[in-house]
């Protein structure tokens, strides 16, 4: 395929906005990013630049530069169609853009991030059928480490993206749910053995999961900082919504888990009263809930539908807008708690379990 170029205008547009234009034609000349390549379009030469030169190009102008520290996020709720896909999608291709080495761990037995990072795409065109079932059953993943069949290098995939890596969803996640029951510390695999490992090569791990409370999923929460939880803006969500809350709350409780959680309004039409009641109600009511969120729309669609984060199909929408500033708002929330581990962590390493009881005990007595 012909290089795809990114022109200035679009450029600018996608890191923040059009008043970017010059700077990056400043950092040009004094060689902090990479040369523009002059292109054809239509009748017209133009200027920019290929995906390959983007990221650097993010980690000096745009607005979602790397944490702190090293983040896992899961991103869950126990409602399907609600934008979690598209979110870790969005989330994953904007860090990547930015710089961030990012590693997606698929959870979903649906694949849909899979799909959504063009893992195996060419594979619907190859006309030997033989060839391709061989294919597939060459993709190892999570799986296959849990057999000790592969490690963990063996398993992470690379994308359309230099600096984003993937570790596909196979059909063998299915019978990896069930082995997980049967293990000691059932609910710490994914962290130990997956997630903390991956911290320590990646800026930010994402784990897409699927709407089910099953083993994958209560391994994502106890690997997470962040958990990323979509809240639809639809009457029959609200229902939903209050059992999830209180599932989850029990599950971090008896867990001692002290990920962040980010609510994320999702699917609210500008023009529907009860949608926008819905909205307003979750922003009063929810904590952690998230002042801006993803509303219905046709080229959010057609962003996911063609693999693409919003910022890279439509930089100058008003929808794409939206997205920077929710992720600016969720990258706010991440290195907030990035600062309150820190301040927590130096007491809670030192507490022995005698001292944490006898810590518990002073507070009872109180
Ligand atoms: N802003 C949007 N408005 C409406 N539909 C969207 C938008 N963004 C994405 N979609 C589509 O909504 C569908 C469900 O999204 P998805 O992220 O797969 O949900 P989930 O992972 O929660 O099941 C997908 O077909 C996706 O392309
Ligand atoms: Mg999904």
Not at 292 to 321: C, D, F, M, W, Y
Not at 326 to 347: A, F, M
């Amino acid at each position: 395929m012909a290089n795809q170029y990114f022109s200035l205008k679009k450029t600018a547009e996608m890191f923040g906005g059009q008043h970017l234009k010059e700077r990056i034609e400043e950092f040009e000349k004094s060689g902090v990013i990479p040369p523009s390549s002059r292109y054809r379009s239509g009748a017209l030469f133009r200027k920019g630049w290929t995906i390959n030169d983007l990221p650097t190009i993010g980690s000096k102008l745009g607005f979602f530069k790397k944490f702190k520290k090293s983040t896992a996020m899961a991103v869950f709720t126990t409602k399907g169609g609600v934008l979690k896909s598209t979110l870790a999608l969005n989330l994953a291709r904007t860090a990547a853009l930015h710089g961030q080495k990012v590693c997606v761990v698929g959870l979903d037995i649906q694949g849909d991030i899979t799909t959504a990072l063009g893992f195996e795409s060419d594979l619907d065109n190859q006309e030997d059928l033989l060839e391709v079932i061989e294919k597939l059953n060459r993709t190892k993943g999570l799986s296959d480490l849990f057999n000790n069949q592969v490690r963990l290098t063996e398993i992470i995939q690379s994308t359309d993206i230099a600096n984003l890596y993937l570790i596909p969803e196979t059909p063998e996640l299915v019978a990896l749910n069930d082995s997980l029951s049967n293990i000691n510390r059932r609910e710490f695999w994914l962290k130990e053995k997956v997630v903390d490992l991956l911290k320590e090569h990646f800026d930010l791990v994402i784990m897409d999961c699927s709407p089910n409370w099953n083993k994958l999923t209560t391994n994502a929460l106890v690997a997470c900082d962040v958990l990323i939880s979509p809240l639809e803006c639809k009457i029959n969500n609200f229902r939903n919504f209050r059992v999830f809350r209180h599932f989850l709350k029990e599950f971090k409780d008896e867990m001692r888990l002290r990920f962040e959680n980010v609510f994320i309004p999702t699917r609210y039409s500008k023009n529907r009263k009860l949608s926008q009641d819905i909205l307003s109600w979750y922003r009063e009511n929810v904590p952690g809930c998230t002042d801006h969120g993803v509303r219905e729309n046709v080229s959010g669609e057609e962003a996911t539908a063609l693999n693409l984060s919003l910022i890279e199909h439509v930089p100058g929408q008003e929808i794409a807008k939206e997205m920077r500033e929710l992720l600016k708002e969720v990258h706010g929330r991440v290195d907030q708690y990035h600062e309150y581990v820190e301040l927590r962590e130096p007491d809670e390493v030192m507490m022995t379990p005698r001292d944490q009881y006898q810590h518990e005990v002073r507070q009872w007595s109180f």
